[in-house]
């Protein structure tokens, strides 16, 4: 018979409580009864068997996938099922709060002892260009360019989450990783071994919410601005990138459509420049494309949301952007703005906040881009995290405002709309990857530092179960790059020019693709014009992401159906190259392909300064590539075949992206369009790389309606075995479904072999 297994043992006067929920994921709670509420959990235990064992030294908990062994001292170690150590705590502290709020609640430490030379990844969005956690120390309370999640994982194949929401201390030094928390009732974590990466994210979906799909139209490209001052202005935009035939899904606006300060996040088109906002978004409809629009997690006082919500008690005092009502900069603090937080952990606040958002969901808005979800905390003091927000302490709760703030949206979008919830938000927390937000890295400065640092970010996210990481593609702060007194000046100077183009060519291969930043304009024709090199670079960049839309999406199927990662970090897929282990400069962007994104300038000096200097940037130029050991490597562009354990020179220009598809590779390539949806995958490029067998599963859907949960998809698979590609049967359909179509199969060497498909089962030889 299955059953349920807690287990206790006597831990300095307190107990240590070991509960199953799957056979590979166990929650362990310390010093006091566990939690009833996680912000992140949303699983319940399953009946799992499990085997007790007493011995002289304590109690070992066996179920039939890992060990648990809980010693006489209270003190916790984890085996796989053949008895292989993976880790062990050290010691431990519960110190009673005896005032205060949270008096009656506890400060938290727990230690763990993995080994000396074992990398730890994941902790969420961090900015100082590492990928392994080892020696790093983080005070986690969310902010604008960091986001903590604090869940790690090990190359060992195990993860562990420290389910505290309070603010938290993440060290790692000479005595272990230990985590401190402010508040809380109880040691609260879970342990999941996966046996490698992919199982660890796995388990971690199962705890905490898997990922839906996101519309089709979000992995296309994205134009922003801060901000685009009128209708205008905006729809000039749009028309300047249908007009030049350069592919556009979304054009985004950022804030103050709302009129001035003290109407701040209205959610209303207040100002005079918008009042045909009704017109504006019909146009951009009839454009083929979609608007998102800024919203923040804070209210004006001459606001309709604010007035409700004061009345309520449900707003936060503490400062917060902007302080000033007035748009002097620096802000006039004689003339403060008013604006307040609102109280996401009520469940009346978030109604309240889409009620007023229903305005602009009634208008035909796409998305929402949910700014300052951490939240801004500017005047920063202690004691504005000892105040109540119905559910405890805000300092017993501060890391989860992003996910609670985020999903009071998706939730009440969903009882209203049917199409995909598109959240993009600045912070995050554990679990919210169910709520089909993509979090970006916050407004970080424009600096070649920078953008090395985004890679490591972006991987350490992936890493605690979020696959949906973008960020502000040349950076969000570009002053120094403009002339001194003009702004907007930057996109004419080669040294923003390089960083700029390098910057989309990452941004080319993450789940979202957007172009934004501050004090600049980033659309293509500010730039230069065709003919001319950084232009070039730029649409062959926006234009390759296009080419690769088949297999993105595919992939983002893989991600839900599958709890795939698109972000990988190159110990992931070669756990055994040691070389790979901690390189933040690569990634695998899916399964198949290998993105070496240049992250040096070639051509330009790397300081932050205007310099007009002519840069001659058809020049060629050479970068390094670490080709990860464990299969061999085709260079994309030139289809030469290299070993893997190996760093080669690869030749570059201004539009290269160095790009290597792995043996056995599979990767549709879709047509020529100016927006997701324009032509149907009628004639769609499979290539193919030989060595080694593979497999890639073509995903189709209506694009942006929940019905695929109820099988409204279908699927293709395409596997590959020596020299036979075998493409299987239809699965499943959907209204408007090819019935036929043709599949021009294309190895390395050029040759191409054509297929036409009626949803049966084919074979080719190679």
Not at 30 to 44: N, Q
Not at 305 to 318: P, Q, S, T, V
Request: hydrophobic share 35%; with cysteine; proline share 5%.
């Amino acid at each position: 018979m299955l059953m349920l297994a807690t287990g206790l043992s006597l831990m300095a006067q307190e107990s240590v409580s070991v509960l199953f929920y799957t056979p590979t994921t166990v929650r362990i709670v310390k010093g006091g009864a566990a939690p009833e509420h996680s912000f992140a959990v949303t699983a319940t235990p399953q009946r799992v068997e499990v085997k007790t064992s007493v011995t002289k030294g304590g109690t070992v908990y066996d179920s039939g996938a890992m060990k648990v062994a809980v010693a006489n001292d209270g003190t916790v170690r984890f085996f796989s099922q053949k008895g292989f150590l993976l880790i062990k705590e050290g010691g431990c502290s519960l110190e009673p709060i005896t005032g205060g709020l949270d008096r009656g609640f506890k400060k938290l430490c727990q230690t763990f002892l993995p080994e000396a030379d074992e990398p730890m990844y994941g902790l969420g969005i961090l900015q100082d260009g590492a990928l392994s956690l080892r020696g790093k120390e983080r005070r986690m309370i969310q902010g604008n360019t960091e986001d903590f999640v604090p869940i790690v994982q090990s190359v060992k194949g195990y993860g562990i989450f420290w389910d505290n929401p309070s603010p938290t201390v993440f060290r790692d030094d000479a005595d272990g990783m230990h985590f401190e928390s402010e508040v809380g009732e109880a040691i609260d974590y879970y342990f999941i071994w996966g046996g490698d990466a992919d199982g660890v994210i796995a388990g971690i979906r199962e705890l905490t919410g898997h990922v839906p799909m996101l519309p089709m139209w979000s992995y296309g490209f994205m134009q922003s601005r801060e901000r685009y001052k009128s209708s205008r202005e905006l729809l000039d935009v749009l028309h300047g990138y249908r007009e030049r035939n350069i592919p556009l899904d979304c054009v985004i606006q950022d804030w103050q459509y709302w009129g001035n300060n003290y109407q701040w996040n209205a959610m209303e088109f207040l100002n005079e420049d918008f009042r045909n906002a009704q017109a504006m978004i019909d146009e951009v409809h009839a454009q083929h494309a979609k608007l998102m629009i800024s919203i923040w997690a804070s209210f004006g006082p001459m606001t309709k949301a604010y007035r409700e919500l004061d009345a309520k008690g449900l707003l936060f005092d503490f400062a917060t952007w902007p302080q000033s009502g007035l748009p002097d900069w620096p802000p006039r603090r004689d003339y403060p703005s008013g604006v307040k937080p609102y109280n996401p952990y009520s469940r009346e606040a978030r109604d309240i906040y889409w009620k007023n958002l229903l305005r602009l969901e009634n208008m035909g808005i796409d998305a929402w881009w949910m700014d300052s979800t951490e939240p801004d905390h500017l005047d920063f003091k202690e004691s504005d995290l000892d105040v109540e927000t119905g559910s405890g302490s805000f300092r017993r709760l501060r890391n989860a405002f992003p996910i609670v703030s985020v999903e009071g949206v998706a939730e009440n979008q969903k009882k209203v709309s049917e199409r995909r919830v598109m959240v993009l938000t600045r912070s995050a927390w554990a679990g919210q990857q169910r709520t089909g937000a993509n979090t970006w890295s916050g407004d970080v400065g424009s600096s070649w530092e920078s953008l090395r640092a985004q890679i490591p970010a972006g991987l350490g996210f992936a890493l605690t179960g979020n696959p949906n990481f973008n960020s502000d593609c040349g950076g969000f702060f570009p002053n120094g790059y403009n002339r001194r007194g003009q702004t907007a000046s930057c996109s004419r100077n080669p040294l923003f020019q390089e960083l700029y183009v390098r910057w989309l060519q990452y941004g080319a291969f993450c789940p979202m693709m957007r172009s934004h930043g501050e004090s600049s304009r980033r659309e293509i024709w500010e730039f230069g014009a065709p003919g001319e090199p950084v232009y070039d670079a730029i649409e062959a960049t926006i234009r390759l992401r296009y080419k690769l839309l088949p297999y993105i999406y595919g992939t983002a199927h893989e991600v839900t159906a599958e709890d795939g990662t698109f972000q990988r970090a190159l110990f992931m897929d070669f756990p055994a190259d040691k070389a790979g282990w901690n390189r933040a400069d690569e990634f695998l962007f899916g399964r198949e392909l290998l993105v070496a994104p240049v992250l040096h300038a070639q051509y330009t000096p790397e300081k932050v300064a205007f310099d007009d200097t002519p840069v001659d940037f058809s020049a060629a130029r050479s970068t390094q590539v670490y080709l990860p050991k464990g299969c061999d490597w085709y260079d994309f562009a030139t289809g030469v075949r290299l070993k893997g354990g190996q760093t080669v020179t690869r030749e570059t220009h201004l539009d290269t992206v160095p790009l290597y598809a792995r043996a056995g590779a599979i990767i549709p390539l879709g047509p020529d369009v100016q927006y997701t949806g324009e032509k149907a995958w009628d004639d769609l490029e499979i290539r193919v790389y030989p060595g080694a067998d593979g497999r890639f599963v073509l995903y189709e859907d209506e694009g942006d309606s929940y019905r695929y949960e109820q099988g409204t998809c279908s699927t293709i698979e395409f596997t590959l075995h020596g020299r036979t590609l075998t493409v299987g049967a239809r699965n499943g359909s959907f209204p408007g479904m090819l019935q036929q179509r043709r599949f021009r199969v294309v190895t390395p060497d050029g040759t191409v072999r054509e297929l036409n498909y009626d949803g049966s089962a084919k074979k080719i030889q190679l």
